[in-house]
C-alpha cells in the first residue's frame, strides 16, 4: 500500500502535470471505484472543472477544483498515469477512471485490485470528510505534539506495532515505514505502548519525524507495482535497514533480521538492536 511518502511523491508529480488544467470528460470504467456520488453525476459534475491545486492528508489525496474537492485514496495499488496530448493510449484492463482534459491530454486511474475509491463533496469540504477527520496529526514537528503522542501511548495496551499502523495516532505511517521507524528507535514491535519509558517515546517520535521526511525526500520506496505519477520508482529502498531484509545481516550489530508476524502483518526487526521488555522502566 502506498503509504505518506509515496502519496505525497505522487501529490506533489501530479501539481508539475495537471494543476490548472481543465477537465473535458470523464470515463469511468469501474462505477464501484466511486464512493460518492453515483458515477453519472460523478462525471457530469467533473465536466468543466479546473484543477486549482492538489493537496495531501494523511494517505489522502484532495484534488481541489473550482466547485468541489476530489478526494481519492490509492489504497492498496492505485496509482495515476499520465499522458500528454501528443500521446495516442489505449487504455489497459485495469485503467479504471480517466480524465480527459480540454487541451488533449489524459490522466489515467489504474487500480489492479480496485479498492481504491473516490469521493466528490462540495468546495473546501474535502477535511470534513469523515476518513479524514478521523486521522492523526501529521508527522511534523509543527503538527506533531510530543506530549500529545506519548499521552496516547500510556493509555494504549496494545503493541506498539498496530498503535502506530492506527492512522487515529499519526497520520501516513504504515507497514514498511512503522518497520523503519521501530529499528531506527530501537523498540520491540511488540513492545506494549504504555510500557515505553519517556526517553523511548521521544526517542521513536523523533524516528517517525525523520524517516518519513528522508522517504519523502527520496521519493518513496518502490515495493512491487509503485510508481509515482512521473512512471518513476521511487528510491528509498535501498535506504531500507530492516523492511524486506530477512537474514540479512542488522545494519547496526550484524545480527540476521528476522521476519514475524504482529497484528497478522508480516514484520522485520533486529532480535538484538529489538529487545522485548515487559514492564516498565
Given at each position: 500500500?502506498?503509504?505518506?511518502?509515496?502519496?505525497?511523491?505522487?501529490?506533489?508529480?501530479l501539481?508539475?502535470?495537471?494543476?490548472?488544467?481543465?477537465?473535458?470528460?470523464?470515463?469511468?470504467?469501474?462505477?464501484?471505484?466511486?464512493?460518492?456520488?453515483?458515477?453519472?453525476?460523478?462525471?457530469?459534475d467533473?465536466?468543466?472543472?479546473?484543477?486549482?491545486?492538489?493537496?495531501?492528508?494523511?494517505?489522502?489525496?484532495l484534488?481541489?477544483?473550482?466547485?468541489?474537492?476530489?478526494?481519492?485514496?490509492?489504497?492498496?495499488?492505485?496509482?495515476?498515469?499520465?499522458?500528454p496530448e501528443?500521446?495516442?493510449?489505449?487504455?489497459?484492463?485495469?485503467?479504471?477512471?480517466?480524465?480527459?482534459?480540454?487541451?488533449?491530454?489524459?490522466?489515467?486511474?489504474?487500480?489492479?485490485?480496485?479498492f481504491?475509491?473516490?469521493?466528490?463533496?462540495?468546495?473546501?469540504?474535502?477535511?470534513?470528510?469523515?476518513?479524514?477527520?478521523?486521522?492523526?496529526?501529521?508527522?511534523?514537528?509543527?503538527?506533531?505534539?510530543?506530549?500529545?503522542?506519548?499521552e496516547?501511548?500510556?493509555?494504549?495496551?496494545?503493541?506498539?506495532?498496530?498503535?502506530?499502523?492506527?492512522?487515529?495516532?499519526?497520520?501516513?505511517?504504515?507497514?514498511?515505514?512503522?518497520?523503519?521507524?521501530?529499528w531506527?528507535?530501537?523498540?520491540?514491535?511488540?513492545?506494549?505502548?504504555?510500557?515505553?519509558?519517556?526517553?523511548?517515546?521521544?526517542?521513536?517520535?523523533?524516528?517517525i519525524?525523520?524517516?518519513?521526511?528522508?522517504?519523502?525526500?527520496?521519493?518513496?520506496?518502490?515495493?512491487?507495482?509503485?510508481?509515482?505519477?512521473?512512471?518513476?520508482?521511487?528510491?528509498?529502498?535501498?535506504?531500507?535497514?530492516?523492511?524486506?531484509?530477512?537474514?540479512?545481516?542488522?545494519?547496526?550489530?550484524?545480527?540476521?533480521?528476522?521476519?514475524?508476524?504482529?497484528?497478522?502483518?508480516?514484520?522485520?526487526?533486529?532480535?538484538?538492536?529489538?529487545?522485548?521488555?515487559?514492564?516498565?522502566?
Amino acid at each position: 500500500m502506498p503509504e505518506l511518502p509515496e502519496v505525497e511523491t505522487v501529490r506533489s508529480g501530479l501539481i508539475r502535470l495537471v494543476q490548472h488544467k481543465t477537465i473535458a470528460e470523464v470515463v469511468v470504467r469501474w462505477p464501484k471505484i466511486i464512493e460518492y456520488p453515483a458515477a453519472d453525476i460523478f462525471c457530469q459534475d467533473l465536466t468543466g472543472q479546473r484543477i486549482e491545486t492538489i493537496e495531501r492528508r494523511g494517505k489522502f489525496l484532495l484534488f481541489k477544483l473550482t466547485d468541489f474537492d476530489l478526494i481519492s485514496h490509492l489504497r492498496m495499488e492505485g496509482k495515476y498515469e499520465f499522458f500528454p496530448e501528443n500521446v495516442s493510449v489505449q487504455p489497459d484492463k485495469h485503467t479504471h477512471v480517466i480524465f480527459n482534459f480540454s487541451d488533449g491530454s489524459q490522466l489515467h486511474y489504474n487500480d489492479v485490485r480496485k479498492f481504491g475509491r473516490m469521493v466528490l463533496v462540495k468546495k473546501d469540504q474535502g477535511l470534513l470528510y469523515k476518513g479524514i477527520q478521523q486521522l492523526g496529526p501529521e508527522p511534523i514537528e509543527e503538527e506533531f505534539s510530543l506530549s500529545n503522542f506519548e499521552e496516547k501511548l500510556q493509555h494504549s495496551s496494545s503493541f506498539i506495532k498496530p498503535l502506530l499502523l492506527n492512522q487515529k495516532v499519526v497520520a501516513g505511517l504504515g507497514n514498511i515505514y512503522t518497520d523503519e521507524v521501530l529499528w531506527l528507535a530501537k523498540i520491540h514491535p511488540q513492545q506494549p505502548a504504555q510500557t515505553l519509558n519517556k526517553k523511548e517515546s521521544k526517542r521513536l517520535y523523533q524516528a517517525i519525524i525523520d524517516v518519513l521526511a528522508k522517504a519523502v525526500r527520496a521519493g518513496g520506496t518502490t515495493v512491487r507495482t509503485y510508481k509515482n505519477a512521473l512512471g518513476k520508482a521511487g528510491n528509498f529502498q535501498i535506504e531500507l535497514k530492516v523492511y524486506g531484509k530477512t537474514n540479512e545481516p542488522c545494519p547496526r550489530c550484524q545480527t540476521p533480521i528476522e521476519k514475524i508476524k504482529v497484528a497478522q502483518r508480516g514484520t522485520h526487526l533486529c532480535p538484538h538492536c529489538q529487545k522485548l521488555r515487559r514492564r516498565q522502566s
